[in-house]
């Protein structure tokens, strides 16, 4: 939970969270068994934390599909809702093709607000259409061509990349449309350049730097067919920006620490997405490392090395592979070369190998090792 550009304060979030769950354990009569699951009490904690800090407008982002997530819980509250590109993800959730999903998504939209999507398949497409019309909730589609993005006046390469410029024109007219329905008023060029350049969410799309060890660590929580080569194309971008500036530096070895959570989504299809776009993007790695990593609230393995073992093979066609038992052990390793020009490791595949990694980093005081 982020206010403003800072993470809710431990001290508001114990506070909050006390009160939510005492609040709901006595509503059930004390059975922890009919508690909200964790990313229900996630939802319910989120909107008590706002109200206690008196926010002036919340944006939420859904957790897997809109019609019957805990997110959806805003009614006639809701000023704008946005979509993103919708791919085949969360399938045992939301559907089986695109269509189903898609109906699913467009269940945030709510009777009288505005809506804005990033370019879609036809099929998504028309079940936005459908479910805009029936709402009485118009949908615009944007051509991220023409976004408001000031792209002179900001040195951040990866917002120059295509589906980034989208997101970022999303985001612009999700902003506007609040602002011009409260207060009559846009976004400056000054505001976006000023967000381009400062703002961060932690594990999307960060960078670490850890001089000491000559080591820079790419964090993102990508873990789909859509979302993979994004991460991609940002890291590429980002090493050879670095390794160009100033004078030409010797090159870092690249190493890919990957751990995939979902036993839902293809792991034969992913990999080789990711191989295809490596190719095609010519991008290499020297090593990867498939680490084992469990949920970081629950201790609950989400990618044991039995199942690197399995899918090795397939890495092994890009370069050479290891397996590392933890998340600890493999940044350890990943920073562990004997290129003395250090190392450029990008950490992607889930959310909870993501969170893992910057919990360790953390726990470190910034350093792995």
Request: aromatic share 6%.
């Amino acid at each position: 939970m982020v206010i403003g550009s800072s993470l809710v304060s431990e001290a508001v979030y114990a506070d909050r969270f006390f009160h939510v769950w005492n609040t709901i354990l006595a509503d059930v009569g004390g059975k922890e068994d009919e508690m909200p699951g964790f990313l229900q009490l996630m939802a319910l904690l989120s909107a008590d934390v706002f109200a206690h800090e008196k926010v002036d407008v919340v944006v939420y982002e859904v957790h897997a599909g809109g019609r019957v997530d805990a997110t959806n819980m805003w009614d006639d509250r809701t000023m704008v809702c946005g979509f993103n590109t919708i791919g085949l993800d969360h399938v045992p959730l939301l559907g089986n093709n695109v269509a189903e999903i898609a109906r699913n998504k467009a269940g945030i939209m709510k009777p009288g607000c505005r809506a804005f999507s990033v370019p879609q398949l036809p099929e998504a497409r028309e079940q936005l259409e459908a479910e805009a019309a029936h709402l009485g909730c118009p949908i615009t589609f944007l051509d991220p061509t023409y976004a408001q993005v000031p792209t002179d006046r900001t040195d951040r390469a990866a917002l120059q990349l295509p589906a980034l410029r989208g997101n970022l024109a999303l985001s612009i007219e999700l902003a506007n449309a609040y602002l011009e329905s409260r207060f009559e008023g846009r976004l400056s060029d000054d505001d976006i350049a000023e967000t381009m350049r400062t703002y961060q969410l932690p594990g999307r799309m960060q960078v670490v730097e850890e001089p000491e060890s000559q080591t820079r660590w790419y964090l993102d929580i990508a873990h789909n067919d859509i979302s993979i080569p994004v991460a991609l194309d940002w890291f590429i971008s980002e090493v050879r920006k670095f390794d160009g500036e100033a004078s030409p530096r010797p090159r870092r070895t690249r190493t890919l620490v990957f751990g995939q959570a979902s036993k839902h989504r293809d792991a034969v299809n992913l990999i080789n997405v990711f191989a295809r776009h490596c190719r095609a993007r010519d991008i290499t790695f020297d090593r990867i490392i498939l680490s084992a990593h469990a949920n970081i609230i629950t201790g609950k393995p989400m990618f044991a090395p039995e199942s690197a073992e399995e899918i090795a093979p397939l890495w092994r066609e890009l370069a050479p592979v290891e397996i590392s038992p933890s998340i600890h052990e493999a940044l350890r390793s990943a920073q562990t070369t004997d290129n003395s020009d250090g190392s450029h490791v990008l950490v992607v595949g889930s959310s909870h190998l993501v969170s893992s990694a910057l919990k360790s980093m953390q726990d470190k005081e910034g350093s792995p090792a």
